[in-house]
Antibody, heavy 118, light 108 residues
Framework: QVQLQESGPGLVKPSETLSLTCTVS????????WSWLRQPPGKGLEWIGY????????NYSPSLKSRVTISEDTSKNQISLKLRSVTAADTAVYYC???????????WGQGTLVTVSS | DIQMTQSPSSLSASVGDRVTITCRAS??????LNWYQQKPGKAPKLLIY???SLQSGVPSRFSGSGSGADFTLTISRLQPEDFATYYC??????????FGQGTKVEIK
């Protein structure tokens, strides 16, 4: 069974870059689609972006597109997220997820809280 | 963008009750609709996909219905472990896909 684990700094300063890594175990990242999502404290879920399997490209939320990069490292079996020029509004629990057909999220990481504050 | 609106935003119910949550899309999305359950401090969990298909391992008291723009999640007999927040998610258009604002099911 595939397991996902997010990692990265829990505190990021305003205007800096948020960088997170999702390490996948129990299966290869190749051949699957992956996403990053986030959830501000006490609020709902927001889809950040999507990376298609087998190097098929990426797709980002229009509201975040100018600041986001999602990439994969098949040698490390990891998916990465970079969000530039962060503000307090980017404070959230960030999740990585495996996405199957019909955009069905079948596996989630446990999530990691990132706080943007000076 | 396709907007998803859930109702109610919260509800109080008792163990054994039948609970219905609705999700409305701002346009027709065929049956491209998934439902998730989230408990406090945990990641969401897939319950229903393509509007009415039950995810493996999910109890049969959960069911989904609908097509077009209007969808329903029903819990036939509410159990203590079902108190959680439920989200719908559309996957009709190209990604990224959008979620409803959530429905919190609380103990009466």
């Amino acid at each position: 069974q595939v397991q996902l684990q997010e990692s990265g700094p829990g505190l990021v300063k305003p205007s800096e870059t948020l960088s997170l890594t999702c390490t996948v175990s129990g299966g290869s990242i190749s051949g699957s689609n992956w996403s990053w999502l986030r959830q501000p404290p006490g609020k709902g879920l927001e889809w950040i972006g999507y990376i298609y399997k087998n190097g098929g490209g990426t797709n980002y939320s229009p509201s975040l597109k100018s600041r986001v990069t999602i990439s994969e490292d098949t040698s490390k079996n990891q998916i990465s997220l970079k969000l530039r020029s962060v503000t307090a509004a980017d404070t959230a629990v960030y999740y990585c997820a495996r996405v199957e057909e019909m955009a069905t999220i079948v596996a989630w990481g446990q999530g990691t809280l990132v706080t943007v504050s000076s | 963008d396709i907007q998803m609106t859930q109702s109610p935003s919260s509800l109080s119910a008792s163990v054994g009750d039948r609970v219905t949550i609705t999700c409305r899309a701002s346009q027709s999305i065929s049956n491209y609709l998934n439902w998730y359950q989230q408990k406090p401090g945990k990641a969401p969990k897939l319950l229903i996909y393509v509007a009415s298909s039950l995810q493996s391992g999910v109890p049969s008291r959960f069911s989904g219905s609908g097509s077009g723009a209007d969808f329903t999640l029903t819990i036939s007999r509410l159990q203590p472990e079902d108190f959680a927040t439920y989200y719908c998610q559309q996957s009709y258009s190209a990604p990224p896909w959008t979620f409803g604002q959530g429905t919190k099911v609380e103990i009466k």
